[in-house]
């Protein structure tokens, strides 16, 4: 499979040989002994490149998938014989970590594998048992999960001066002004706001609280953002406003798979967290 994919990806057989330090005979020998094998051909072979056949792209993604999941397994079973966990952080919470496990010395010689996306994201790598817990913050089904909360934070407005003033601490006073919103807070400004009797101007809205922070930054609207994401901007030109309506604010919350016996390691991370938030 590394040779196949290694041929696909070079583009040419001898191209691909000189990359696997290898003759070029016995690698076009391998290809070939691996189309007997299938009953397939995988490559058409070309003057100047090689192209996969609807066979091959198959064989070529499966290819990728399989040698990912090789490599995952054995570093999984090398990391087994260590001190490692693997956790799963929203770009919001990515500050949050680091900042307990600063001053508890027993955390010191931990190896740490840090995998970041949405809320999401981390759900799902937490369920196809690629991380052992994940940071994450609400609103999220948590049906299958064990959610223990670290800390509710209000959401901050964030915009140039010619937007935003520091007395607009209500989401009402936005009811006018183009807001920059991340898709997962959607639902829960846009209903909140319309429960005030208006209909919020959603300007933009984005996957990452940074990109908000950039619009902003650009000044085409106001990022209405967690309050941990504030530790990504440091412009004193712009306004940053707490907004104290308390619907609108959000949890932090660890998440583990429900009804699983957790290690050691990641139960002793738990109760620090959980220990440190109170």
């Known amino acids: 499979m590394i040779y196949f994919k290694t041929i696909v990806e070079e583009g040419t057989i001898s191209k691909a040989a000189q990359t696997l330090h290898m003759a070029q005979p016995p690698l076009s020998m391998q290809l070939k002994q691996l189309e007997e094998e299938l009953g397939v051909t995988l490559l058409k072979r070309g003057h100047r490149k090689v192209e996969m056949t609807q066979s091959g792209k198959i064989f070529y993604k499966r290819c990728l998938q399989m040698i990912s999941l090789s490599e995952r397994t054995f570093h999984e079973i090398q990391d087994m014989q260590k001190e490692v966990l693997r956790i799963g952080v929203t770009s919001s919470n990515s500050a949050t970590l680091p900042s307990y496990l600063l001053h508890d010395q027993s955390f010191s010689h931990f190896l740490f594998r840090i995998y970041e996306g949405t809320t999401y994201e981390i759900i799902d790598l937490l369920m196809s048992q690629q991380i052992d817990l994940g940071i994450v913050r609400t609103p999220f089904d948590q049906s299958q999960l064990n959610c ?16 935003l003033s520091p007395d607009m601490t209500s989401i009402q006073d936005y009811q006018d002004k183009p807001l920059i919103v991340h898709q997962r807070y959607l639902a829960l400004i846009t209903d909140y706001c319309l429960n005030l009797h208006f209909n919020p101007y959603i300007k933009m809205t984005c996957d990452d609280s940074r990109t908000s922070l950039q619009w902003a930054k650009a ?54 967290l959980t220990h440190q938030k109170g």
Do not use: C
């Open 148 to 163: 223990y909360p670290m800390a509710s934070e209000p959401m901050w407005a964030i915009g140039h001066p010619d937007l």
């Open 219 to 272: 000044g085409l609207g106001i990022a209405i953002v967690p309050q941990n994401i504030l530790s990504f901007w440091q412009d004193e030109h712009f306004i940053q406003v707490m907004l104290e309506d308390q619907a609108l604010k959000t949890d932090i919350t660890f998440i583990t798979r429900q009804n699983e016996v957790l290690d050691n390691k990641t139960q002793k991370l738990i109760h620090l």
